[in-house]
Structure formats: structure tokens, C-alpha cells
């Protein structure tokens, strides 16, 4: 693991001793020799304590650097052995499963200041990294043909700690339980963000709506809801949409709900305000994400007016980020799905847009319908239509990279990037083809779109970056808005919910700013919004902790289990 040889470039704390640990650890993970300062770090994290001491003075320092005082240091690698050490348990756990160990690894990497100053987090961060409950269930359906299909449903519990489940269903056919893991482990720190009264979770299912009827997918959803129902609640559980689960499916599943329940409650959000449902809610991700994306614009003086911006994905989050945007005055230019992107020379307007969702949300196609609909103002682009383009050559403004002709990032000179579309859509590639197209801040959209060598990079290069964790909670802090809503049996307007979202999405960002600031790393959202995310979390496991420590002094002899500590 990198931990310590990223550790310069993360953070400093604020006091005179961590300040000189780590300018120690800088020295050994120096910025331009990064192999390195790895390998350097690789070996002393297997080594243990002393083999770091001894090599540490004497290979990096030198017996003439002047440092005589290495408590601090010897401390700050203590953390980084336990941090390891802590990776290697989750990862045997955890093995195979790609995704959710990424997302497990940066929170890791990004938490480290905070380990370094109290190492008892490194605990809860191992509790919280464990499933309260993961469910894994059967769904049988019957195709139009009469004929018996079967697919695999998942909803992983995380963290009740604030407040009862919450996180969408995403029906993909890529969809596994290491997938479902990793967005229920960013779904504890994002709504751990909202301050709202929302744990973690997420469930979805291997299924693919594409290309399937309304009747196949409304049997689907009952079959899946079936099973799904025995787990949750609007006091316990409560599910909301994600890729390929929108309006429809969520009413199809809230139907069979109050058929099984018989009862009229808030068990799922995103439903259609006819019957239960929050205005805005179908907006709120896309809308929030521009919001979060105004105030980084602001705080440079600047405003978003005339910005010109890549965007990716054609879904619900792109399309109302770029209604936003062009309310914003801003001028989006691309948007792109599993087929390709479409690009549009001027920038999109509500016209354009609305070619878009008539494709994706009406006609159910790719953007190659939207292209064709739009009187040749979209130019579709794929990796067939690219073919015989070099691939260091842009489509339309010639001169920088473009490594990955299907994707937008590269097309043309840009000031902003919001990928929004899935996780690991934005590469190192990708990010070097940005920085040549002159992007200066990019924003997350989607869950986990960019890798973590991506965002690195970005952040090195001094890239605004905004994570997903803070700028895509607009989704589930209005979904929490709707909850309130049911619970009060009282609607709110548009303005009412759109107002709240804009001060939740105002409230997160200098939540981030100011841990990052706090942490000693000012401008690093990244680091402000994981360290702000869990501190919220852990405290509740910490105080959790205790009393069940509490109750093991107490009950010291009895046969009462200590599971439920945490």
C-alpha cells in the first residue's frame, strides 16, 4: 500500500509535532519519485516497526540529517503498520471483490491524518467496512414468451448507526455483491454528510431492463419485491432508485409492497408525488451536483456562466445536471451512454435536451436517436465511428489526447468535467486527456466515476475535485426529505424542497472545506468529505462502543453477548 508515500501530498496536521512526523515521512515519499517512495514504504510496511526506524534514520536521512528526535515519526508509522495491516484483514475478507475494496482503500488512504492523531478510529473503521446485514435472494419471473427466467437480488445493510437504511437499487446486468458493497460503503459517508437522520445501504439485482417489455419488468419488480419486502420498512430500510430503476420501477415495487403489507407507508422513495412522492426528487442528484459544483466555482471568484463543460451519461443524473447547467448559463457539451456520446459544437440547449430524453426516457434507445433527431446539431461518436482517428487527436478540436474514443473526456477544450454516468468511467488516461483540454475542476456526478490514479492526478495537478461522496447527496437528502414528508402526511412545493436541497448542498460543501482546512490540507474535498463523512458516523459507533464496554465491565461474568457493542 501507498499510505504513507501519498501522505505529503495529502496532509499536514495542525500541530508542531505531527507537522515534523511529517516531514519526515515527506522526505522519504519525495513528489517526482513515486516508485520509489512506494517501494521504500512497501518494505517497511512488512518490516514492522524497528526495520523502519533503523532504515528510516539511516537510508533516507542519514546519520548527518540533524534529526534527533524520532518519537513522532516512529508514532506516525505505527499507524501506517496498523493501517496495513487493518487493508490486508478486509481485503482476505473481502477477497475478490474488486470494487468494494477500492472504495474501502481510498477512504483508508484519505482518513490517515485523522488515524494519526487518535489510531482508536482505526477500529471503527473496520466495524463500520463490515455489513451489518447482507441479503442475498432468488428472483423468479416469467418472460413474455411464457418462459422462466431467474435472476440474483441483493440489499447489504451497512450502518444504522444515524438513522434507518437508505440507499437506491441499481438493475444492471453487471451488478454483484462486491458492486452493491462498494455503493453501500459510499452511501454511510454521503448521507452521513446530508445531517440528516440516514444510515447506509444499498441493494439492486444482476437483471437488465434493456430491451425488456413493460409487462416483463413489472413482474420482475413484483417477484424482486417479494423478497426485497421482508427487509425493510420505513423505520428500518428504505430503497429508492439508481441506474436502471427510475419512476416506474420504483412504482411497480411500491405497488407489490402495499399489496404484501397492506399497508400505505414510506417503505421506498422516488415514488410519484400522486401517490407519496417529494417534488424535485427526480432532479435532485443532477441539481445538487450543479449546486455543490456553483459553490467551488464561487469561492474562486468566479461563476458558472459561459463555463464550458464535458458532461457523461445520459440518465437521470445528466440530464437535470445539464437542465441545471444551462439554467446556471453555463454551456454543457456533451453527454454519452453505453453506446457512445453525442457532442454538440455549440453547447446544448433545452432543445437539444430534450431530443436527449425523449431517446433515453421516451423511446428507451441510445443517443444515436437523439443525434438523428436533431437536425444534425449532435454529432454521435462511439468507438466504431472513431476507428480510423489517432487516438491522441481530439474529434473536433485537434490537438490534445483522447484515449478512449466512446467516452467524451478529450473531445474538446473545456473548462469543467462532471461524469455522471457509473463508477470507473474516468481513468488516468482520461484525466491526463482533461488536464490537456485545459479542465480545470471536475465533479462527480455518478458514484465512484473516476479511478483512484485518476483523482490523484487530478488533485496533484491541482484540479478543483469534487468527490461523489459530497456532490451527488442531493439524491438521498431529498429522498430524507421525502421521508419527512410521508411521516408528516404533508407535501411540500417545489420551492420549499429545492430551497432545503440548495442549503443541505451549501452546508456540505463547507463541511468538507472546512475539515480539509482543519486536517491541514485546505481545498482537498476529498480528504474534508471522507474525514467529515466518518467522523460523523464513527462518533456514533464510538459512543456505542462505550457503553457496551460500559455493560461488559458491569455484566462481567454473565452470558449476555457482546456483539451488539457497536
Not at 495491516?85 to 475478490?96: D, F, K, P, S, T
Not at 454511510?188 to 446530508?194: A, H, P, Q, R
Not at 484525466?431 to 487530478?458: D, R
Amino acid at each position: 500500500m501507498a499510505l504513507a508515500a501519498s501522505r505529503a501530498a495529502q496532509v499536514a496536521a495542525s500541530h508542531p509535532a505531527a507537522r515534523a512526523s511529517r516531514r519526515r515521512v515527506a522526505r522519504a515519499a519525495a513528489p517526482g519519485d513515486a516508485s520509489k517512495s512506494d517501494a521504500f514504504f512497501k518494505g517497511t510496511l512488512s518490516a514492522g516497526p524497528s526495520a523502519f526506524e533503523t532504515r528510516y534514520n539511516t537510508a533516507t536521512l542519514g546519520p548527518d540529517s540533524g534529526w534527533d528526535d524520532t518519537a513522532e515519526a516512529q508514532a506516525v508509522a505505527r499507524v501506517h503498520l496498523m493501517a496495513n495491516e487493518l487493508y490486508q484483514r478486509v481485503a482476505a475478507r473481502n477477497a475478490g471483490e474488486t470494487e468494494f475494496l477500492q472504495a474501502f482503500r481510498e477512504v483508508l488512504d484519505t482518513l490517515m491524518p485523522l488515524f494519526e492523531r487518535e489510531n482508536k478510529y482505526l477500529k471503527v473503521l473496520e466495524v463500520i467496512a463490515e455489513p451489518e446485514r447482507a441479503h442475498s435472494f432468488r428472483v423468479p419471473w416469467v418472460d413474455d414468451h411464457g418462459k422462466q427466467q431467474v435472476n440474483r437480488g441483493f440489499r447489504v445493510q451497512f450502518s444504522s448507526a444515524l438513522g434507518p437504511y437508505k440507499g437506491g437499487l441499481r438493475f444492471h446486468p453487471t451488478v454483484n455483491l462486491s458492486i452493491i458493497k462498494f455503493l453501500g460503503f459510499e452511501q454511510i459517508f454521503k448521507n452521513s454528510l446530508t445531517g440528516l437522520p440516514i444510515g447506509g445501504g444499498k441493494g439492486g439485482s444482476d437483471f437488465d431492463p434493456k430491451g425488456k417489455s413493460d409487462g416483463e419488468i413489472l413482474r420482475f419488480c413484483q417477484s424482486f419485491c417479494t423478497s426485497l419486502s421482508e427487509y425493510i420498512g420505513p423505520n428500518i430500510d428504505v430503497p429508492a432508485g439508481d441506474i436502471g430503476v427510475g419512476g416506474r420501477e420504483i412504482g411497480y415495487m411500491y405497488g407489490q409492497y402495499k399489496r404484501l403489507t397492506r399497508s400505505f407507508e414510506g417503505a421506498f422513495t422516488g415514488k410519484d408525488p400522486k401517490w407519496g412522492g417529494s417534488l424535485i426528487r427526480p432532479e435532485a442528484t443532477g441539481y445538487g451536483t450543479v449546486y455543490f459544483l456553483r459553490r467551488m466555482v464561487q469561492v474562486r471568484g468566479e461563476e458558472l456562466k459561459d463555463q464550458r463543460v464535458l458532461l457523461s451519461g445520459a440518465g437521470n443524473v445528466a440530464q437535470y445536471a445539464a437542465e441545471k447547467l444551462l439554467h446556471e448559463g453555463a454551456v454543457p457539451l456533451t453527454m454519452s451512454d453505453s453506446t457512445g456520446y453525442v457532442y454538440a459544437e455549440g453547447g446544448f440547449d433545452e432543445g437539444l435536451l430534450q431530443a436527449v430524453k425523449h431517446a433515453k426516457n421516451v423511446q428507451r434507445t441510445g443517443l444515436r436517436a437523439a443525434a438523428a433527431a436533431s437536425g444534425g446539431r449532435l454529432q454521435f461518436c462511439s468507438q466504431a465511428a472513431n476507428a480510423m482517428k489517432p487516438s491522441t487527436t481530439a474529434t473536433i478540436t485537434g490537438s490534445h489526447l483522447h484515449p478512449h474514443p466512446s467516452r467524451p473526456w478529450g473531445t474538446c477544450s473545456a473548462d469543467i468535467a462532471l461524469p455522471c454516468a457509473t463508477q470507473n468511467e474516468l481513468d488516468l488516461a482520461d484525466a491526463k486527456a482533461l488536464i490537456s483540454a485545459g479542465v480545470s475542476m471536475v465533479v462527480e456526478g455518478a458514484n465512484m466515476p473516476c479511478t483512484a490514479e485518476a483523482a490523484e492526478f487530478l488533485i496533484a495537478k491541482g484540479v478543483a475535485f469534487g468527490p461523489a461522496k459530497a456532490a451527488n447527496a442531493g439524491g438521498v437528502a431529498v429522498s430524507a426529505l421525502e421521508m419527512t414528508q410521508n411521516s408528516m402526511r404533508l407535501p411540500w412545493t417545489s420551492k420549499q424542497v429545492d430551497d432545503k436541497l440548495q442549503e443541505i448542498m451549501a452546508r456540505i460543501f463547507q463541511d468538507c472545506a472546512r475539515t480539509a482546512a482543519d486536517y491541514g490540507a485546505p481545498n482537498n474535498l476529498r480528504l474534508g468529505a471522507n474525514v467529515a463523512g466518518f467522523l460523523n458516523q464513527g462518533s456514533q459507533l464510538g459512543r456505542r462502543a462505550g457503553r457496551g464496554l460500559a455493560r461488559k465491565v458491569c455484566w462481567a461474568g454473565s452470558t449476555s453477548k457482546e456483539a451488539d457493542i457497536v
